[in-house]
């Protein structure tokens, strides 16, 4: 009997993470069990469709420096699924786009001489005078780009996504989202010629999109799975974890029907941390379901516009920074593939960072579809004459919440996991409450199958290298 015969794993959450550790189990020739609470794969990464309109939740660039998970992309869908698609994203600020990442000579001359003398000295004095606490994510932010360019271009944003004072928000958010960049570096590489330099960053210009959405990856990943002799379980939500003597032995679910349960060899988990240690049976101590209370996420909602092709922009996305407006970015669907909407029209997604629960949350479709088409008119980006029709997509749980806490929380969280279900591997974005991106989250999930596997990976020092995701050495290999 071969070592992979006695195991026996169930993995929860059939998303980005859940799917590829159920994938390279299946590789090895294990099957796996997914236990999925929603009815479609893809976790934030799905593809949602309303009257066939295609929409992507949050915009997913195909682009990673993980040369094993770029080749896994290819592994799932053939090429010809693939569209290579240019990279465009500004800032829109007062009637006026910017460059995202700000590249500094567009943004200085978008802002005028005058402001753009104040940016630059507001800068300069950053540097002779830091701000004393830079943990917190306006302190990093305003000690690589000065105070007036933060308050301009970092602050209303952030708060936006977040809903509380920037300042209450760790640097790791900046750290994972900006990187190394500064105003320095962006007026160096401005002014500085590309012709022999080997050292001089830029961003990449273009990245891979499946046609479809996506969706299209993780709906078909589901079906190698199933056909390699796996399953997925879909609305069943994990309600109860029994454990005893350090391991995890049985996982429980409740649904549609009758409840059910599974024994386990060990748990890929990608459901929210706080949720999965407080399934565990017995509970763990007070202190220890307090820290997983004090874990919170920040819920998304999507409100589609379609409109004339005509009535699109050539970016991506836009980030509307505009305090007077409640929309945090607006997603142009048809610069993502022309697959995701109909013939002479396209899809404007604005998105809006919410708390499940809240006014928002709650609020009809009908009403949120008006709010929608109101503020991008009160912001000049739209007529809202030429809406056509509107479509509204809820997504819990979007993004994990990076308060002063958060980080102490996780790691009571992981010290208990490690001593009281040593088999129980917490992967993904929500899983570790982490903000990884895709293809992070998947390297988390093929980190964890080899270490169950027989290696000994540190699948929590992923996504923490110094340079901004996106950014790319000229003369090097991004994989």
Known sequence: MSSTDALDPIIIGAGPAGLTAAYQLMKAGVPSTVLEADDVVGGISRTAE????????????????????????????????????????????????????????????????????????????ARIRPPADTTSFEGWTASRFGWRLYQTFFKTYTEKVWGVPADSIQADWAAQRIKNLSLLKAITNSLMPRRGQTDVTSLIEQFQYPKFGPGMMWERCHQLVTDGGSSVRFQQPVTRIEHAEGKALRVHTSGPGTPASYDCSHVISSMPIPLLVKAMDPAPPAEVLAAADGLGFRDFITVALVVPESDGFPDNWIYVHAPEVKVGRVQNFGQWSPHLVKEGRTCLGLEYFVNEGDKYWTMSDDDLIELGTREMTDLGLLDPTHVEAGHVVRMPKAYPMYD?????????????????????????????????????????????????????????????????????????DPS
């Open 50 to 125: 309303r009257d066939g309109w295609r929409f992507d939740i949050g915009g997913h660039r195909f682009f990673t420096k993980v040369g094993a998970v770029e080749d896994l992309w290819h592994e799932i869908l053939p090429d010809e699924d693939f569209l290579t698609r240019p990279r465009m994203s500004r800032i829109f600020y007062k009637g006026k786009f910017y460059d995202y990442p700000l590249r500094a000579m567009n943004a200085l001359r978008n802002l005028g001489p005058i402001e753009a003398i104040r940016c630059v000295a507001s800068y300069v004095w």
């Open 404 to 476: 002063e806490h958060y980080r102490h929380n996780v790691d009571v969280l992981r010290g208990w996991l490690a001593e009281h279900a040593v088999n129980v591997y917490p992967v993904g974005r929500n899983g570790m409450h982490k903000y990884n991106n895709q293809d992070h989250s998947m390297y988390t999930a093929m980190l964890t199958v080899e270490n169950i596997l027989g290696a000994s990976h540190d699948i929590w020092a992923v996504n923490v290298e110094e340079e901004y995701h996106e950014e790319v050495s000229n003369g090097s």
